[in-house]
């Protein structure tokens, strides 16, 4: 109690107001030593600076590095998030830092757009996570939002050697300023009944997926490993494969690399103009379809 520690991901540094023990109410204690599980309080205001599995150390007599299995959390798939009505603005800030409050996976920037006014570009874990997230600005703040189409992240190598991580078509550079893109690649991991394994087949190929792995499991299942571009299965992935398999398949995927691809950004015109909320990045073989 009363000593002045350092957090290690950003090394900003509090003193320690009290301490405890969980068993299973919270028991005050002068000192927490090792083995031993508990609670520090420190006046922390910025929610975001108590990242989870970041190393606690001395200021005065700091350890020479951090305990291992700290990662940042990156998110995924990004949306811009616009409210209905434009006077609510403020109100989706304020409802935006609140849920940021208990969810440090989440976060946001603003930006503006012709069509829709101001609003904010979020990052979410996954498809599920966004959803969680508008839901919750809905049914909490009572807040009408308008959602762009999810995008992914890319990683963009501009032709005098600059690498750009672009998360917004808005600033996806102009074609003859780009050497290269690379987007980002999962390993995806889905198991099925086998009277389904033909549709399902069909629907990952279309998706630009790469089969790995096909094995017979027993019990008439079959588990499919296929590698696949994380923006193919960002829109409407998730319900062709359940309507594929009628409800039988079930999906698993991680984060395994970027790998190169032709992107281009596809600009939809509204007499004339392009809106720029309706903007994405797709693979170039796609973009006419699309």
């Known amino acids: 109690k009363g000593q ?10 509090y003193e320690v107001d009290g301490m405890g023990f ?13 083995g031993e599980v508990g609670f520090v309080f420190a006046n922390i205001k910025t929610v975001s600076d108590a ?14 590095e951090p305990l291992p299995g700290f990662q940042e959390i990156k998110p995924m798939v990004f949306a811009g998030l616009y409210p209905v009505e434009s006077h609510e ?14 969810d440090s996976a989440f976060n946001f920037e603003p930006e503006n757009s012709a069509a829709l006014g101001f609003g904010f570009r ?11 997230v508008q839901e919750r600005l809905e049914r909490e703040f009572q807040i009408d939002l308008i959602t762009t189409a999810p995008g992914v992240r890319y990683r963009v190598t501009t032709t005098d050697g600059t690498v750009l991580e672009v998360n917004n078509p808005q600033k996806f550079p102009e074609p ?3 050497e290269k893109t690379d987007e980002p690649i999962i390993d995806a991991t889905v198991i099925t009944r086998e009277e389904y394994i033909g549709e399902i087949l069909k629907l990952l190929e279309e998706k630009r997926g790469t089969q790995k792995k096909f094995e017979y499991i027993g019990g008439g299942r079959v588990l499919l490993l296929y590698e696949l571009p994380l923006n193919e299965i960002v829109l409407d992935f998730y319900d062709r494969l359940k309507s594929a398999s009628r409800g039988y398949a079930s999906l698993d995927y991680h984060l395994s690399g970027y790998r190169v691809s032709p992107m281009v950004k596809l ?10 909320a309706l903007s994405m990045i797709v693979h170039r073989d796609f973009a006419y379809e699309r």
Not at 22 to 34: G, H, M, R, T, W
Not at 51 to 64: E, V
């Open 51 to 64: 990242q989870i599995g970041d190393t606690i150390t001395d200021d005065a007599n700091p350890a020479a």
């Open 176 to 178: 003859s300023a780009i």
């Open 89 to 102: 603005h403020g109100l989706l800030r304020d409802a935006l830092e609140k849920l940021r409050l208990n």
């Open 22 to 34: 969980q068993s299973p109410k919270p028991v005050p204690c002068d000192e927490l030593a090792a």
């Open 267 to 276: 600009d939809v015109l509204v007499a004339g103009e392009p809106v720029d």
């Open 4 to 13: 002045t520690i350092r957090l290690w991901s950003n090394g900003s540094t």
């Open 122 to 132: 979020c990052g979410f874990l996954g498809l599920l996570h966004l959803e969680i």
